[in-house]
């Protein structure tokens, strides 16, 4: 194809294969007019040779001192004609004039230190025969500011710009020589762009201009000084080396071209490539380093591909970019290198979805990758490297976007940014040796995924400020040097299922922060705390796993109302730390062992509930202690609290509520109360086997101690209080159950009833003992403690299960019948449980085998059922069990065959009575029952008894509900 100038242009791409540009024919007429404008330029006129014009001539320095001077007092059609000389001044152009030197190279213009050297703001300027030269690389020779204006024969050297049509139109531009600058175009109009006549008689660092308008193909002429597309299509610009000009190659209302194998250095205004109202162009394999501002600006332009460039050295002051993106989408950025650029990588500007995949950031002086006003983008697989002043991704006011499986390192600032942006997905990034790995401020709605934050100087993870429902969930939060996750005034945070080690402080740490959950995640090996809450309320912890971390693995301070529920809290300093106003939490269902010192520890903090936990093997299962204040109006209930040093102890805390734990094999005393804790119910527990003292009470009054099962403690209690404890509950409710004072061979009888002990028949309180017909025979403490009203038998919550297998049922309602939550206190002690489901024909029998991967099918126990349980340790084993007292009777469904089911009754009853509204034989016709004692089936016969905990076998004969009386 042939162009304007006669010249005929090759589509033959040196970049994608191996052909080269062919020689171009035309180059004979380029020189040819070359020749012709130097030999003009060489025809200088001398003072005395006045230009022809249509209006008068102003001489300038004969008439006027200075260029300015003279246009002031020209008309439009006038010439101000300049004489030799230099002229340190800024022009200002404002009138319809001819401005003309009378020598190129002796007519000099260097500007007072403006902005701009020379102005044209009116239309139809002339201005030609001038050397304009600003001395500084910050200010423009020539701008333009109006239209249809002639620019001729000038010299232009080393400004920022040497002509710079900015939103004009219709311009002239012909025979200037131009050295370290150029033109630049700027304007968001086709117009703008497509309506100058520019020709190859302009050079840039002696090489041609190439400005091409409203061309549909061709290939620009290879050793362009400076390449210009307006209003093309399908033109090449392929293998320049643009080196020193204001731009390098623009393209304005251009579309599908290709820019390929360019090198392009040291553009001193804007850009190497810019893109301005261009889209579908193809900007691949280029070199672009040293540039002033950009490397690449792109505005108002959409899907273009820019693949493969290596882009260095870009930019000196805030505000450059590598690459720059103005209202631009769609735009596909991938596998480029941008690296040393004085200040930031790519900055898009409300610049929704791009692609932005496989690219390399190095050593940027500022963030790698900004954002700001942009949405719906797609950064992925990224490297974001040594960023020495700023961050590896810095999002502002951005939704929407996509940060995926990105390695961002080393950076001096944060691996990603986000301020006031929502809804962003970041996924699977590698943020480490940074100063902060990811950090949110004022955002809400993100998802942190599977991201890795290892080494970081301060956090992994930072969330301040943000309001509500970010996720954080799936991470990887190792060895950074302040908190691995760090929340703080922000609210309904989701942290999930993270891996969170080997911080410098620690794991999780939230201030001021409400009503966050953290659930399921991993905490481990801390230097402080796994999990530290300052100043917050209403959070939720659940189901974490939290270990070995140098101090607590949960501490609390000045925070309220949150709720700690089934984590597992193991071999820290304390397990749980209450501390200094943590008031109205609940602590239910945790596993809390091996910890250092406290498995619970509470210091001045009230009516916190702690129900429900296993606590074992720490030096003190549950501690209330003294600290300025007392922990008050505590309830600990239900928890089974076993082989620590002390079980619970409290020292100076009063009205606590201690009611139904199990208190175990620990080493010293069951509940220990001393220095002055008074005031406190110990109600319904029971107390066994411990090592010193079930009960031990110094220096602690007013505490009601009843309906306690004490049970084979080496030393059963101690109270040197002098009577100022009461040990009972008064008649009818009764103290104690002593395990060494119910055989009547330890003075232990009830035959007798009544608050005298003198009424004939049993009331279930220890009487007659010493006393002959009747009275009262306490239990002895000590000379000065005494349990008036002593049990004959346990409140029993517990049942002993022998090695091998077990047939049982739940006396107590299951609220919660997950099987290893029922079993939970003798977790490690069973392998197998099993139920004969009458109503599955096809496959009855329901197994669960510890440890097994698959094929379980039996997740849920009630009370209604019979169970199997396989015990594996030696000797007997106690099963604490949990649940609601049964208030009614209950109905269990009878079918026709084995029905294998549970005795849900307060009562022991023989078989008439227990069947209740059951006939036999009519209706069922036999029952077995299973002895673990002798390890032998046992028939039921008429007057045999079912008992509370035990499972059965029913044959019934017809379809219908048993009703189990209580």
Same mark, same amino acid.
């Given at each position: 194809?042939?162009?304007?100038?006669g010249?005929v242009?090759?589509?033959n791409?040196?970049?994608?294969?191996? %052909?080269?540009?062919?020689?171009?024919k035309?180059?004979?007429?380029?020189?040819?007019?070359?020749?012709i404008?130097?030999?003009?330029?060489?025809?200088?006129?001398?003072?005395?040779?006045?230009?022809?014009?249509?209006?008068?001539?102003?001489?300038?320095?004969?008439?006027?001192?200075?260029?300015?001077?003279?246009?002031?007092?020209a008309?439009?059609g006038?010439?101000?004609?300049?004489? #030799?000389?230099?002229?340190?001044?800024?022009?200002?152009?404002?009138?319809?004039?001819?401005?003309?030197?009378?020598?190129?190279?002796?007519?000099?213009?260097?500007?007072?230190? $403006?902005?701009?050297?020379?102005?044209i703001?009116?239309?139809?300027?002339?201005?030609?025969?001038?050397?304009?030269?600003?001395?500084?690389?910050?200010?423009?020779?020539?701008?333009i500011?109006?239209?249809?204006?002639?620019?001729?024969?000038?010299?232009?050297?080393?400004?920022?710009?040497?002509?710079?049509?900015?939103?004009?139109?219709?311009?002239?531009?012909?025979?200037?020589?131009?050295f370290?600058?150029?033109?630049?175009?700027?304007?968001?109009? !086709?117009e703008?762009?497509?309506?100058?006549?520019?020709?190859?008689?302009n050079?840039?660092?002696? %090489?041609?201009?190439?400005?091409?308008?409203?061309?549909t193909?061709?290939?620009?002429?290879?050793?362009?000084?400076q390449?210009?597309?307006?209003?093309?299509?399908?033109?090449?610009v392929?293998?320049?080396?643009?080196?020193?000009?204001?731009?390098?190659?623009?393209?304005?209302?251009?579309?599908?071209?290709?820019?390929?194998?360019?090198?392009?250095?040291?553009?001193?205004?804007?850009?190497?490539i810019?893109?301005?109202?261009?889209n579908?162009?193809?900007?691949?394999?280029?070199?672009?380093?040293?540039?002033?501002?950009?490397?690449?600006?792109?505005?108002?332009s959409?899907?273009?591909?820019i693949?493969?460039?290596?882009?260095?050295?870009?930019?000196?002051?805030?505000?450059?970019?590598?690459?720059?993106?103005?209202y631009?989408?769609?735009?596909?950025?991938?596998?480029?290198?941008?690296s040393?650029?004085l200040y930031?990588?790519?900055g898009?500007?409300?610049s929704?979805?791009?692609?932005?995949?496989?690219?390399?950031?190095?050593?940027?002086?500022?963030?790698?990758? +900004?954002?700001?006003?942009?949405?719906?983008?797609?950064?992925?697989?990224?490297?974001?490297?040594?960023?020495?002043a700023?961050?590896?991704?810095?999002l502002?006011?951005?939704? $929407?976007?996509?940060?995926?499986?990105?390695?961002?390192?080393?950076?001096?600032?944060?691996?990603i940014?986000?301020?006031?942006?929502?809804?962003?997905?970041?996924?699977?990034?590698n943020?480490?040796?940074?100063?902060?790995?990811?950090?949110?401020?004022y955002?809400?709605?993100?998802?942190?995924?599977?991201n890795?934050?290892?080494?970081?100087?301060?956090?992994?993870?930072?969330?301040?400020?943000?309001?509500?429902?970010?996720?954080?969930?799936n991470?990887?939060?190792?060895?950074n040097?302040?908190?691995?996750?760090?929340?703080?005034?922000?609210?309904?945070?989701n942290?999930? $299922?993270?891996?969170?080690?080997?911080?410098?402080? +620690?794991?999780?740490?939230?201030?001021?922060?409400?009503?966050?959950?953290?659930?399921g995640?991993?905490?481990?090996?801390?230097?402080?705390?796994?999990i530290?809450?300052?100043?917050?309320?209403?959070?939720?912890?659940?189901?974490n796993?939290?270990?070995?971390?140098?101090?607590?693995?949960?501490?609390?301070?000045?925070?309220?109302?949150?709720? !700690?529920?089934?984590?597992?809290?193991t071999?820290?300093?304390?397990g749980?730390?209450?501390?200094?106003?943590?008031h109205?939490?609940?602590?239910?269902?945790?596993?809390?062992?091996?910890?250092? #010192?406290?498995?619970?520890?509470?210091?001045?903090?009230? #009516?916190?509930?702690?129900?429900?936990?296993?606590?074992?093997?720490?030096l003190r299962?549950?501690?209330?202690?003294f600290?300025?204040f007392?922990?008050?109006?505590?309830?600990?209930?239900g928890?089974?609290?076993?082989?620590?040093?002390?079980?619970?102890r409290?020292?100076?805390?009063?009205?606590?509520?201690?009611?139904?734990n199990?208190?175990?094999?620990?080493?010293l005393?069951?509940?220990?109360?001393f220095f002055?804790?008074?005031?406190?119910?110990?109600?319904?527990?029971?107390?066994?086997?411990n090592?010193n003292?079930?009960?031990?009470?110094n220096?602690?009054?007013?505490?009601?101690? =009843?309906?306690?099962n004490?049970?084979?403690?080496?030393?059963?209690?101690?109270?040197?209080t002098?009577?100022?404890?009461?040990w009972d509950?008064?008649?009818?409710?009764?103290?104690?159950?002593?395990?060494?004072?119910?055989?009547?061979?330890?003075?232990?009888?009830?035959?007798? #009833?009544?608050?005298?002990?003198?009424?004939?028949?049993?009331?279930?309180?220890?009487?007659n003992?010493?006393?002959?017909?009747? $009275?009262?025979?306490?239990?002895?403490?000590?000379?000065?403690?005494?349990?008036?009203?002593?049990?004959?038998?346990?409140?029993?919550n517990?049942?002993?299960l %022998?090695?091998?297998?077990?047939?049982?049922?739940?006396p107590?309602?299951?609220k919660?019948?997950?099987?290893?939550?029922?079993?939970?206190?003798?977790?490690?002690l069973?392998?197998?449980?099993?139920?004969?489901?009458?109503?599955?024909?096809?496959?009855?029998?329901?197994?669960?085998?510890?440890?097994?991967?698959?094929?379980?099918?039996?997740?849920?126990?009630?009370?209604?059922?019979?169970i199997?349980?396989?015990?594996?340790?030696?000797?007997?084993?106690?099963?604490?069990?949990?649940?609601?007292?049964?208030?009614?009777?209950?109905?269990?469904?009878?079918h026709?065959?084995?029905?294998?089911?549970? +005795?849900?009754?307060?009562?022991?009853?023989?078989?008439?009575s227990?069947?209740?509204?059951?006939?036999?034989?009519?209706?069922v016709d036999?029952?077995?029952? =299973?002895?673990?004692?002798?390890?032998r089936?046992?028939?039921?016969?008429?007057?045999?008894?079912?008992?509370?905990?035990?499972?059965?076998?029913?044959?019934? %004969?017809?379809t219908?509900?048993?009703?189990?009386?209580?």
């Open positions: 194809m042939q162009n304007k100038e010249c242009h090759t589509n791409n040196p970049w994608r294969g191996d %052909k080269r540009i062919k020689a171009l035309c180059f004979p007429v380029i020189i040819s007019v070359l020749f404008i130097s030999i003009t330029i060489l025809i200088v006129p001398d003072r005395n040779l006045i230009p022809t014009s249509s209006g008068a001539t102003i001489y300038v320095p004969n008439d006027y001192p200075t260029i300015q001077d003279a246009i002031n007092a008309k439009d006038d010439t101000v004609y300049v004489f #030799n000389g230099i002229y340190n001044e800024d022009v200002v152009v404002n009138k319809t004039i001819n401005l003309t030197g009378e020598n190129r190279d002796s007519t000099k213009v260097t500007g007072s230190g $403006g902005t701009n050297v020379v102005r703001s009116a239309d139809y300027v002339n201005v030609s025969g001038f050397t304009i030269k600003s001395g500084s690389t910050t200010i423009t020779g020539l701008v500011d109006s239209d249809f204006n002639t620019i001729a024969t000038n010299n232009f050297s080393y400004n920022w710009v040497g002509i710079y049509l900015r939103y004009s139109s219709g311009n002239n531009i012909t025979g200037n020589i131009m370290g600058d150029g033109i630049c175009i700027i304007g968001d109009q !086709l703008h762009w497509n309506t100058h006549n520019i020709d190859i008689s050079t840039v660092n002696d %090489k041609p201009v190439f400005y091409w308008k409203d061309q193909e061709g290939v620009i002429p290879v050793d362009a000084g390449v210009i597309l307006a209003n093309c299509t399908n033109v090449i392929e293998a320049q080396a643009i080196t020193g000009v204001s731009v390098g190659i623009s393209l304005g209302f251009s579309s599908n071209n290709e820019i390929i194998g360019n090198v392009i250095s040291s553009c001193i205004f804007w850009y190497g810019g893109l301005y109202h261009s579908r162009n193809n900007i691949i394999g280029n070199f672009v380093d040293n540039g002033r501002n950009y490397g690449l600006y792109i505005q108002h959409s899907g273009n591909n693949l493969g460039n290596t882009l260095s050295s870009n930019g000196d002051s805030p505000g450059d970019y590598v690459i720059y993106l103005d631009s989408e769609g735009n596909n950025i991938t596998t480029n290198t941008f040393n650029s930031r990588g790519i898009l500007y409300y929704n979805g791009n692609t932005i995949i496989g690219n390399d950031f190095q050593n940027n002086q500022h963030d790698c990758l +900004y954002l700001d006003f942009s949405s719906r983008n797609n950064i992925s697989v990224n490297t974001f490297s040594n960023a020495t700023g961050d590896g991704i810095r502002i006011n951005s939704h $929407g976007n996509y940060i995926i499986d990105n390695t961002l390192t080393s950076n001096a600032g944060r691996g940014w986000f301020e006031y942006s929502d809804r962003n997905y970041i996924k699977g990034n943020a480490s040796r940074n100063f902060i790995g990811i950090r949110l401020q955002s809400s709605s993100n998802t942190i995924e599977n890795t934050c290892h080494r970081n100087g301060l956090q992994g993870i930072l969330i301040e400020y943000s309001p509500v429902r970010n996720t954080v969930k991470n990887t939060c190792h060895r040097g302040g908190s691995n996750i760090y929340i703080r005034f922000s609210n309904e945070t942290i999930v $299922g993270n891996n969170i080690t080997h911080s410098g402080y +620690y794991g999780i740490r939230i201030v001021e922060s409400s009503g966050n959950n953290i659930i995640n991993t905490i481990f090996s801390n230097a402080k705390h796994g530290f809450i300052v100043g917050s309320y209403g959070n939720s912890l659940i189901r796993n939290i270990s070995f971390n140098d101090e607590s693995g949960i501490k609390l301070e000045y925070s309220e109302r949150h709720t !700690l529920r089934d984590n597992n809290i071999n820290n300093k304390h749980l730390y209450l501390y200094r106003l943590s109205n939490n609940i602590i239910t269902g945790n596993t809390i062992s091996s910890n250092n #010192n406290d498995g619970i520890l509470l210091e001045l903090s009230s #009516n916190n509930k702690i129900t429900d936990n296993y606590i074992s093997d720490n299962g549950i501690n209330l202690s600290f300025s007392p922990s008050s109006n505590n309830v600990i209930s928890n089974n609290i076993s082989n620590n040093t002390h079980g619970i409290l020292s100076s805390a009063l009205n606590n509520a201690i009611m139904g199990n208190i175990t094999l620990n080493n005393d069951g509940i220990r109360l002055s804790s008074d005031w406190n119910g110990i109600i319904g527990n029971t107390v066994l086997s090592g003292y079930g009960f031990y009470l220096n602690s009054t007013n505490n009601s101690i =009843y309906h306690n004490i049970i084979n403690n080496t030393n059963q209690a101690y109270d040197n002098n009577n100022a404890n009461q509950d008064g008649y009818p409710s009764g103290g104690n159950y002593w395990s060494d004072f119910d055989e009547s061979s330890e003075g232990a009888y009830d035959e007798y #009833n009544g608050e005298g002990q003198n009424i004939l028949g049993s009331d279930g309180i220890v009487d003992g010493t006393i002959g017909g009747g $009275g009262k025979n306490p239990y002895v403490i000590d000379s000065d403690s005494q349990d008036n009203y002593p049990l004959i038998e346990p409140n029993k517990f049942m002993i %022998k090695q091998g297998w077990n047939l049982i049922s739940l107590l309602i299951q919660e019948q997950n099987l290893t939550k029922v079993l939970k206190s003798i977790d490690g069973y392998d197998a449980v099993q139920w004969y489901d009458i109503t599955d024909a096809r496959d009855p029998w329901k197994h669960y085998k510890v440890g097994k991967p698959y094929g379980n099918d039996l997740f849920e126990l009630n009370e209604k059922m019979g199997w349980i396989h015990i594996t340790q030696p000797g007997d084993t106690i099963f604490f069990y949990n649940g609601t007292r049964l208030t009614e009777n209950q109905k269990i469904a009878l026709p065959g084995w029905n294998m089911v549970g +005795y849900p009754s307060l009562n022991n009853r023989d078989r008439t227990a069947l209740n509204n059951i006939d036999f034989p009519s209706d036999a029952i077995w029952t =299973y002895d673990s004692m002798t390890q089936w046992e028939k039921m016969g008429p007057s045999d008894y079912f008992e509370v905990g035990r499972g059965y076998y029913i044959h019934s %004969k017809v219908k509900d048993w009703d189990v009386p209580l």
